[in-house]
């Protein structure tokens, strides 16, 4: 089957009257001067043409100014700055503006943590004329506020919020659903990613546009189509109604074509993600960058990059908008970075590839009634930015343990794209990639510069659990022991290194309220359990308290999740005795590619563990979320990795040209502006992922 498609005749001219553009070009000095826009702009190239500091002065960069939001913890925002105010937002989701050049806040919007405490990744800005609103998640709701007050709009939606299922359908009711990544505009529109379980009982993950000025639905996009639809063949006939399937979904946000009218969409995998018995198929549009007409939602192309995903191969990132020399032409591309440590690089109308890709063939699965695909593409250039698999001699020197992994490396499946079953497969690059959604950056020659996950991860599944075989436990405890304990681990000790608390002595540290809520809206990366009935939720509380009382009750259940004969056996990292990844470094790297010839320019480990530099053993890198900004000026800054440094590197050579600690690790994309004359760097600073300390700050930087 073809995974792109040509429109013979698309009005895109007529397209251009209706891009009425309303967050950048119209005054393209100031977008120049500030950063308007998540990623930088509507490519999400993260690039920005300021170069007051530059290679020769960068040594005398300084704070300018730290602002404390008091809610301390993780925080992934990539702060947008327009006309001298910065808009970012809490680990518990509270938005406030800031006074660019001072970091004083100007306004807050408390009633935010409220709906949910998710990690966001920031907020969306809106104008027409004097009319001036931000746009961000919270909970299920997408809100409106005046830009220059945080007041509620009244006439946006109900009382200035609208419901994120509004067009999923009538079996999004009761589903987790969510948004962590700012929405992307076109004209009086605001297209939204969406987050959901990653179950059988997830949502579906329909692309969806709303009015910025009613909050009224404007367009769907069907990832999981109807009858009739393109598509459809690819799913059992049933998939549509949402019975046991859900997902393929936008999470990771989107870059757009204003000029042409085409809003480019990343999906993730269907839900469940790592058994796909129940849709068997090709599963479009999973795992597939779509070209949609940002007008009104119309495919024009698409390609699929994981046929049948049943590995949690998501799209990332928001795909990078170019211009790059092919064939001794100039061609405006798209390219898109993968958790498997690839790029793909298209021709942005028709989706033709700019690099062959090949159909290569791969394992079937061990599990009787799961189809895997038989081939998965793979581009053949640019080469992969990380490997693509280990052996042997790439388990760690440094581990102490060095048999054990052996032992464990030996009993696995090992090898892209094996199948998941009862054995043990190692997949590699993990499920944080490669890429993650930190993304990509390209400055205007067609160099990407993307740092990547070097991580093994170790996954399982296991038969389903029979009534009879929990009938033993009490009701809380089987509600953990299907729900919870696939992250938090039966001992409820959790995986800090893979980023799951431990739950021992819970009520020691939380209110009992707290871990009530947390329940039903998530929190970070942990999806909100809706389907809980009251009964069952304080069951559950009561158990994780340690005093369930186990009494006769008549209370109904909450609605059961739907049947996959297989249960995943958890999030598990493949580590050393001491809690480093259990193959031999970097563990972590920074890239650049030319993305006109396909050639990678250099490749550095990127971050570091202190204590290991520390013994004489160079630089291992190490995991990092977040991205890189790049600069007319020649200048990458980046902060992402776990050691909690922020350095400025040389983009033609990797070199670190400067670094200073932050105050926490700074687990974001920077963004950069120019207020009065002065430059400036802020990253936000929350900390708390991979086990390192909890901050509440955004940090800005400039030159004395």
């Known amino acids: 089957m073809k995974r792109f498609l040509f429109l013979a005749a698309f009005g895109l001219a007529a ?30 190239n993260h690039y920005s043409p300021l170069d007051q500091i530059n290679a020769s002065n960068v040594s005398k960069l300084q704070i300018a100014w730290e602002y404390h939001s008091r809610d301390s913890g993780q925080v992934q925002c990539n702060a947008i700055i327009v006309d001298g105010t910065l808009y970012g937002i809490t680990a518990s989701c509270q938005v406030f503006a800031l006074d660019a050049a001072t970091g004083q806040e100007k306004w807050r919007y408390s009633e935010a943590s409220r709906g949910g405490v998710n990690t966001t990744r920031g907020v969306t800005y809106w104008r027409d004329n004097d009319d001036k609103r931000i746009l961000f998640a919270s909970g299920s709701s997408l809100c409106a506020v005046d830009a220059r007050t945080g007041v509620l709009i009244p006439g946006f939606g109900t009382n200035g919020k609208a419901s994120l299922k509004a067009g999923l359908g009538p079996t999004a009711v009761d589903k987790f659903v969510i948004s ?64 046991n399937v859900g997902g393929a979904n936008n999470w990771s946000g989107m870059s757009i074509d204003r000029q042409r009218g085409i809003v480019y969409v990343p999906t993730g995998s269907a839900a469940f993600d790592f058994y796909g018995g129940n849709r068997k198929g090709q599963n479009l549009f ?20 994981v046929h049948h995903d049943i590995w949690d191969r998501d799209l990332p990132a928001p795909p990078n908008l170019i211009t790059v020399r092919s064939h001794g032409k100039l061609v405006d591309a798209v390219a898109q970075v993968t958790k498997t440590g690839h790029v793909f690089v298209f021709d942005r109308v028709t989706g033709k590839p700019l690099f062959p890709i090949r159909e290569t063939p791969y394992p079937k699965s061990s599990l009787p009634d799961e189809p895997t695909w038989p081939t998965q593409p793979v581009p053949t250039r640019p080469a992969p930015f990380a490997r693509q698999t280990i052996t042997e001699a790439d388990l760690s020197p440094l581990a102490e343990n060095r048999d054990s992994l052996l032992a464990t490396f030996r009993r696995s499946k090992v090898g892209p794209y ?27 020659d067609g160099i990407m510069y993307v740092n990547a996950n070097e991580m093994a991860w170790v996954l399982s599944l296991r038969d389903t659990p029979k009534d009879e075989e929990l009938a033993h436990l009490s009701p809380g405890e089987r509600l953990y022991t299907l729900n919870c304990a696939v992250c938090h681990r039966p001992d409820r000790k959790g995986n800090p290194t893979s980023g799951y608390p431990s739950l021992v002595n819970i009520g020691q540290r939380r209110e009992r309220e707290f871990v009530h809520k947390l329940i039903t809206t998530g929190k970070g990366m942990m999806p909100g359990f809706t389907r809980f009935s009251e009964t069952e939720k304080q069951a559950l509380v009561s158990f994780l308290f340690g005093d369930e009382k186990v009494e006769a009750t008549s209370a109904k259940p909450g609605k059961k999740e739907p049947y996959v ?16 990844p259990g193959i031999r470094p970097p563990w972590g790297t920074l890239t650049a590619i030319d993305l006109n010839t396909g050639e990678h320019l250099w490749q550095k480990p990127f971050g570091e563990l202190k204590e290991l ?45 400067w670094q200073t600690e932050l105050p926490a690790a700074g687990y974001a994309t920077p963004s950069t502006y120019e207020v009065n004359g ?8 929350g900390g708390t992922k991979l086990g390192t300390k909890k901050g509440d700050s955004y940090v800005a930087f400039a030159l004395p």
């Not at 004969?565 to 480093?580: A, I, R, V």
Request: glycine content about 12%; overall charge positive; aromatic content about 12%.
């Open 180 to 243: 962590n990544t700012p929405g992307t505009i076109f004209g009086d529109l605001i297209i939204m990613p969406l987050r959901l379980s990653e179950g059988s009982d997830a949502a579906l993950g329909y692309v969806q546009a709303f009015n910025v000025r009613t909050g009224k639905i404007a367009w769907v996009f069907r990832t999981i189509p109807n009858p009739g639809e393109f598509g459809y063949e690819t799913w059992p006939k049933e998939t549509y109604k949402n019975t």
């Open 613 to 657: 530099t520390a013994k004489g053993i160079p630089p291992t890198g190490a995991e990092s979320y977040g991205g890189p900004v790049v600069t007319a000026s020649g200048l990458l800054f980046i902060a992402a990795s776990k050691d909690g440094m922020f350095r400025v590197i040389d983009k033609k050579t990797g070199a670190v040209l």
């Open 15 to 44: 397209l251009l009257s209706a891009a009425r553009l309303t967050s950048d070009t119209p005054q393209q000095t100031r977008a120049d001067r500030e950063w308007t826009e998540y990623l930088g702009g509507p490519d999400r």
């Open 286 to 305: 999973a795992n597939c960058l779509l070209a949609l007409d940002a007008k009104t939602g119309k495919r024009i192309w698409h390609y699929q990059f």
């Open 418 to 444: 094996q199948p998941l079953g009862k054995t043990p497969t190692l997949v590699y690059p993990g499920l944080d990639g490669g890429a993650e959604w930190g993304g990509a950056a390209v400055d205007p």
């Open 565 to 580: 004969p297989y249960k995943f056996n958890g999030y598990t990292k493949f580590l050393d005795s001491k809690g480093y």
């Open 678 to 685: 002065k430059q400036y760097i802020v990253i936000a600073c």
